[in-house]
């Protein structure tokens, strides 16, 4: 028997130490490379994994796992190698898929008792956790029903069960949100807040959705086409290096993006007609004020400025830099 | 306060080591199995021909004159197992089909390998549940009927003058429950639909031992069957038995065909349970 060594009592584990190092890996799928040296530090907390789809996220949860073995590069989780110690790191790591995973024939409290016994808790320790990460992740009212006649978004919760029961020090949550409805993602967005930050364990968030990622996670890696584009807390990626506008205007569009470029400045679109328009200090001119150098821009260029409203940077504004959307 | 803060909270108590998680999956698979009516129907069926054999055990010990046509030797043994054989048959289908392949439909095996266990302690898991399951109606009752020759008899002459029947019984029984757990395994691997692999499963055996059938008829000659998955079990387990081999093929040729379709299983599995499944 060995006992269990929470995170935060750890010894010899300095709070500053990443959770998660990976050196110059590698991973292909035959012709296809899905991560591209990737380098990376996960820092203690919340943090959250960020790219479009197929960006290699999931790729690198899967190669963490010991699922998929890295062409070349190394890395470590918890301070254990992952090519060395895959069991004493899954040991002590908890894996929410992306995809509906269960196992079959079995109640909710059943399979959770059982995936705690398969971590290595006694049968009757991994019932009691059952019956209380059940009711943690609020299926406790279900945990009798067989876990194939779940809703989607139960389902997520089930998987979110699982992966607490032995009560790992690092949880990787690979797209926990996904099919919910608004209510339950809400609800599983603060169960994981609340996991991050009230109940000391470390987590790995990879989603698409940034509100998701800003809303539970202090820090951030953004991937792109296998490829780490940043990195670092959220607040400094924001960074006060700059201010962000909306605007709107009418006239050529692409030749006003064009220009402001050129002053130093970035653009990139939204899902309406509005553009974010990020001012970097310095650029709005020697007395600072952006709105005017936007404001003059436009007037020199004959171009109507329609909307024109100060923002702050949002975390859509980081990954948007980083993965070079226009 | 929301309801969940009140709940949650880290374990401190002990962890075991790492390497006994297929007992956990093995347990389990049992428990599911003997918790089905249907199962233990089958079960019950399959010990049917213990009883008759056991019955005459009986008589032929207590009533001499029935003693030339009732008396048991290393032939009834011999033919007890291969009677069995039709149980092991039905529950390997009945058990093994969905062992895997249920799981990679609920996309069970990222699960189980997140948690602290190697791939071959998933497949020693699963393999114990069907293996277990087989032994109890083959080597179960066969040795058990060894013992009421024994108690019926009230003497160890039959069992001083037929000693090889103990391993007999026993490598016998290992040799066709591991066959049948581990290509079973691999078909169940294979797919996401048991009931795809239970035909996959009767079509094996029952395509190989048409061939040999078919080769049987043209050139008259056994020497063949070693083309059929049963007939070479049989030709070994006969030999086990010191019986007269029934095919002309030598039984060693027997021996590399069924560790070879055993070690073919074993690769299929490795390649195919894994956290994740890529296609290229």
Same mark, same amino acid.
């Given at each position: 028997?060995?006992?269990?060594?929470? +995170?935060?009592?750890?010894?010899?584990?300095?709070?500053?130490?990443?959770?998660?190092?990976?050196?110059?890996?590698?991973?292909?799928?035959?012709?296809?490379?899905?991560?591209?040296?990737?380098?990376?530090?996960?820092?203690?907390?919340?943090?959250?994994?960020?790219?479009?789809?197929?960006?290699? =996220?999931?790729?690198?949860?899967?190669?963490?796992?010991?699922?998929?073995?890295?062409?070349?590069?190394?890395?470590?989780?918890?301070?254990?190698?992952?090519?060395?110690?895959?069991?004493?790191?899954?040991?002590?790591?908890?894996?929410?898929?992306?995809?509906?995973?269960?196992?079959?024939?079995?109640? +909710?409290?059943?399979?959770?008792?059982?995936?705690?016994?398969?971590?290595?808790?006694?049968?009757?320790?991994?019932?009691?956790?059952?019956?209380?990460?059940?009711?943690?992740?609020?299926?406790?009212?279900?945990?009798?029903?067989?876990?194939?006649?779940?809703?989607? #978004?139960?389902?997520?919760?089930? =998987?979110? /069960?699982?992966?607490?029961?032995?009560?790992?020090?690092?949880?990787?949550?690979?797209?926990?949100?996904? #099919?919910?409805?608004?209510?339950?993602?809400?609800?599983?967005?603060?169960?994981?807040?609340?996991?991050?930050?009230?109940?000391?364990?470390?987590?790995?968030?990879?989603?698409?959705?940034?509100?998701?990622?800003?809303?539970?996670?202090?820090?951030?890696?953004?991937?792109? =086409? #296998?490829?780490?584009?940043?990195?670092?807390?959220?607040?400094?990626?924001?960074?006060?290096?700059?201010?962000?506008?909306?605007?709107?205007?009418?006239?050529?569009?692409?030749?006003?993006?064009?220009?402001?470029?050129?002053?130093?400045?970035?653009?990139?679109?939204?899902?309406?007609?509005?553009?974010?328009?990020?001012?970097?200090? #310095? +650029?709005?001119?020697?007395?600072?004020?952006?709105?005017?150098?936007?404001?003059?821009?436009?007037?020199?260029?004959?171009?109507?400025?329609?909307?024109?409203?100060?923002?702050?940077?949002?975390?859509?504004?980081?990954? /948007?830099? +980083?993965?070079?959307?226009? | 306060?929301?309801? !969940?803060?009140?709940?949650?909270?880290?374990?401190?108590?002990?962890?075991?080591?790492?390497?006994?998680?297929?007992?956990?999956?093995?347990?389990?698979?049992?428990?599911?199995?003997?918790?089905?009516?249907?199962?233990?129907?089958?079960?019950?069926?399959?010990?049917?021909?213990?009883?008759?054999?056991?019955?005459?055990? &009986?008589?032929?010990?207590?009533?001499?004159?029935?003693?030339?046509?009732?008396?048991?030797?290393?032939?009834? $043994?011999?033919?007890?197992?291969?009677?069995?054989?039709? $149980?092991?048959?039905?529950?390997?289908?009945?058990?093994?089909?969905?062992?895997?392949?249920?799981?990679?439909?609920?996309?069970?095996?990222? @699960?189980?390998?997140?948690?602290?266990?190697?791939?071959?302690?998933?497949?020693?898991?699963?393999?114990?549940?069907?293996?277990? $399951?087989?032994?109890?109606?083959?080597?179960?009752?066969? @040795?058990?009927?060894?013992?009421?020759?024994?108690?019926?008899?009230?003497?160890?002459?039959?069992?001083?003058?037929?000693?090889?029947?103990?391993?007999?019984? *026993?490598?016998?029984?290992?040799?066709?429950?591991?066959?049948? *757990?581990? *290509?079973?395994?691999?078909?169940?691997?294979?797919?996401?639909?048991?009931?795809?692999?239970?035909?996959?499963?009767?079509?094996?055996?029952?395509?190989?031992?048409?061939?040999?059938?078919?080769?049987?008829?043209?050139?008259?000659?056994?020497?063949?069957?070693?083309?059929?998955?049963?007939?070479?079990? !049989?030709?070994?387990?006969?030999?086990?038995?010191?019986?007269?081999?029934? &095919?002309?093929?030598?039984?060693?040729?027997?021996?590399?065909?069924?560790?070879?379709?055993?070690?073919?299983?074993?690769?299929?599995?490795?390649?195919?349970?894994?956290?994740?499944? @890529?296609?290229?």
């Amino acid at each position: 028997m060995q006992s269990s060594a929470p +995170a935060d009592s750890r010894p010899g584990a300095p709070a500053t130490d990443p959770v998660v190092l990976l050196d110059g890996v590698t991973v292909e799928y035959g012709a296809n490379r899905a991560l591209q040296e990737v380098s990376a530090k996960f820092s203690r907390g919340a943090v959250g994994l960020l790219g479009p789809n197929g960006a290699g =996220k999931s790729t690198m949860l899967k190669a963490l796992l010991g699922f998929i073995k890295p062409r070349v590069g190394r890395m470590s989780v918890l301070g254990l190698d992952v090519a060395r110690e895959p069991l004493a790191i899954r040991a002590r790591l908890g894996y929410m898929p992306e995809s509906d995973a269960h196992i079959p024939g079995m109640n +909710a409290v059943t399979f959770v008792a059982y995936c705690g016994q398969l971590a290595g808790l006694p049968a009757v320790d991994a019932m009691q956790r059952a019956h209380e990460v059940l009711y943690y992740v609020g299926l406790d009212e279900a945990r009798y029903r067989n876990v194939e006649t779940y809703s989607t #978004g139960m389902k997520q919760r089930i =998987k979110l /069960a699982q992966a607490l029961v032995h009560d790992p020090d690092l949880l990787f949550l690979d797209e926990p949100t996904n #099919g919910m409805d608004p209510k339950g993602r809400d609800e599983m967005l603060e169960l994981i807040h609340d996991l991050g930050h009230n109940k000391n364990v470390n987590l790995i968030l990879s989603s698409h959705l940034l509100p998701d990622v800003e809303f539970t996670c202090d820090s951030v890696v953004v991937m792109d =086409k #296998g490829k780490v584009v940043a990195q670092g807390p959220i607040d400094e990626l924001k960074g006060p290096g700059g201010r962000v506008f909306e605007l709107r205007i009418k006239g050529s569009l692409p030749a006003f993006v064009e220009l402001l470029n050129q002053a130093g400045m970035e653009c990139h679109g939204t899902d309406e007609d509005v553009m974010r328009v990020f001012v970097p200090t #310095g +650029a709005g001119g020697p007395d600072g004020n952006d709105q005017r150098a936007i404001f003059a821009l436009a007037a020199r260029h004959g171009v109507q400025v329609r909307h024109l409203r100060p923002s702050v940077p949002t975390l859509e504004d980081v990954f /948007a830099k +980083a993965v070079g959307e226009e | 306060m929301p309801i !969940h803060d009140q709940s949650y909270r880290r374990y401190g108590g002990l962890k075991t080591s790492p390497g006994r998680a297929w007992s956990v999956i093995a347990r389990a698979g049992i428990m599911t199995m003997i918790r089905k009516r249907a199962f233990m129907g089958l079960m019950l069926f399959a010990w049917l021909p213990f009883v008759v054999r056991a019955v005459q055990i &009986y008589v032929a010990a207590n009533y001499p004159q029935t003693e030339t046509l009732l008396a048991p030797d290393a032939k009834m $043994f011999r033919d007890f197992l291969e009677q069995q054989d039709f $149980f092991v048959f039905v529950m390997t289908i009945y058990v093994g089909a969905g062992l895997i392949a249920q799981d990679r439909r609920a996309n069970a095996l990222q @699960i189980y390998l997140s948690k602290p266990l190697m791939r071959a302690e998933y497949i020693a898991g699963k393999a114990a549940v069907l293996f277990t $399951f087989l032994m109890l109606v083959t080597w179960v009752p066969g @040795i058990l009927l060894l013992f009421l020759q024994v108690m019926f008899k009230g003497s160890f002459e039959f069992l001083k003058a037929n000693l090889f029947l103990f391993p007999a019984i *026993t490598v016998g029984a290992l040799l066709e429950a591991l066959l049948a *757990t581990f *290509t079973m395994l691999a078909l169940s691997s294979l797919s996401k639909s048991s009931r795809y692999v239970g035909i996959l499963y009767s079509g094996i055996l029952f395509f190989t031992a048409a061939i040999y059938g078919a080769m049987l008829a043209i050139t008259g000659d056994t020497s063949l069957s070693w083309l059929s998955v049963s007939s070479n079990l !049989h030709q070994i387990v006969d030999l086990i038995f010191r019986q007269t081999p029934r &095919y002309a093929t030598p039984w060693q040729v027997s021996l590399i065909v069924v560790l070879g379709l055993i070690a073919l299983s074993i690769s299929v599995l490795e390649r195919r349970v894994r956290g994740v499944e @890529i296609v290229t």
